[in-house]
């Protein structure tokens, strides 16, 4: 069974960064490209950003709208997906996933998710 | 960023209705669309892609269709399981979603 599991939500304050990690099981990670998306009330569903698989490079591609702030890592040999978001403000404050896609090129259409993390940015 | 506009927001329905949920790209995605089923506490779940094509183990009464950039989703013989939100999202460029569409009960 696939099983993607975010872990490292909590509450973190406003500037600081956070770093989520996202363990798999039931499929081979180094074939597949990883995405993380975020959900809040106010905006809805967020893709932030894509790990290609290392066939495919091993690139990142990140949306706009956190570009400069966002790293997403991959360990293929512990299986984990990681999240780095820095400078975090109120806004980040969300429902974090990460995500599967169907192949290892990219992570743009989603089959598998995670059950989420919470993160909540404040004072 | 393409834009997508689903509508309605929110959909009254009864078990056994059929309904049907729309999606506008704000530009041309050609047939890269997505939609996803959520329920209240659950991640999303992935029914169609490329338009119209019905994930694996997705019920037969989920379809989707396109015509130019406008999307739609179609659940026939509504089940007592199909009440939740709907999403559509784009993978022409990077990715997009829409609003949602909560589908409730009549």
């Known amino acids: 069974e696939v099983q993607l599991m975010e872990s490292g939500g909590g509450l973190v304050q406003p500037g600081r960064s956070l770093r989520l990690s996202c363990t798999v099981s039931g499929f081979s990670f180094g074939d597949y490209a990883i995405a993380w998306v975020r959900q809040t009330p106010g905006k809805g569903l967020e893709w932030l950003g894509f790990i290609r698989s290392k066939p495919y490079g091993g690139t990142t591609e990140y949306a706009p709208s956190v570009e400069g702030r966002i790293t997403i890592s991959r360990d293929d040999s512990k299986r984990i997906a990681y999240l780095r978001l820095s400078s975090l403000k109120i806004e980040d404050s969300a429902v974090y996933y990460c995500?599967?896609?169907?192949?290892?090129?990219?992570?743009?259409?989603?089959?598998?998710w995670g059950q989420g993390t919470v993160v909540t940015v404040s004072s | 960023d393409i834009q997508m506009t689903q509508s309605p927001s929110t959909l009254s329905a009864s078990v056994g209705d059929t309904v049907t949920i729309t999606c506008r790209a704000s530009?041309?995605?050609?047939?890269?669309l997505a939609w996803y089923q959520q329920k209240p506490g659950k991640a999303p779940k992935l029914l169609i892609y490329r338009a119209s094509s019905l994930e694996d183990g997705v019920p037969s009464r989920f379809s989707g269709s396109a015509s130019g950039t406008e999307f739609t989703l179609t659940i026939s013989s509504l089940r007592p399981d199909d009440f939740a939100t709907y999403y559509c999202?784009?993978?022409?460029?990077?990715?997009?979603f829409g609003q949602g569409t909560k589908v409730e009960v009549k």
């Open positions: 995500v599967r896609d169907f192949g290892g090129a990219v992570a743009v259409k989603f089959n598998y």
């Open positions: 530009q041309s995605i050609s047939d890269w």
């Open positions: 999202q784009q993978y022409d460029e990077y990715p997009t």
